[in-house]
């Protein structure tokens, strides 16, 4: 390279500063990933997984201002997306629950006489 002549190369940062980058680095993403910490085998509900999946993509793609991830026509997509997971399978359990209390009433095993459903 000739004299004076401007250089292409980018001044690399010092080992010090690239350290701590690195550090808060690790330190953002441990803290995005909590809600999937400690995770063990047991089953859990689909809503339960994908409410912990959308505040890890929040905190991944925030800017501290918006969340990337959930941004534009593709990410409003994804957010209605786990949003309706969430919806239907709570509403699964509800309609589950409210099919056994009615089998459990009384009502429709021959006690016509006796069921009283409130009204």
């Not at 409210?98 to 009615?102: E, L, P, T, V």
């Given at each position: 390279?000739?004299?004076?002549?401007a250089s292409d190369e980018v001044?690399?940062?010092?080992?010090?500063?690239?350290?701590?980058?690195?550090?808060d680095l690790v330190s953002r993403l441990a803290a995005a990933l909590k809600p999937l910490e400690g995770l063990d085998q047991a089953r859990r509900p689909l809503s339960?997984?994908?409410a912990r999946h959308r505040e890890v993509l929040a905190a991944l793609s925030s800017d501290g201002r918006s969340e990337r991830a959930f941004a534009g026509p593709d990410g409003s997509r994804l957010a209605e997306a786990l949003d309706e997971l969430d919806f239907a399978v709570n509403a699964i359990i509800v309609a589950n629950e409210?099919?056994?209390?009615?089998d459990n009433d009384g009502c429709g095993k021959g006690n016509a006489g006796t069921c009283s459903l409130g009204l």
């Open positions: 390279m000739a004299r004076g002549a001044p690399s940062a010092s080992p010090a500063s690239e350290l701590a980058a690195a550090a339960d997984m994908a409210s099919a056994n209390k009615a």
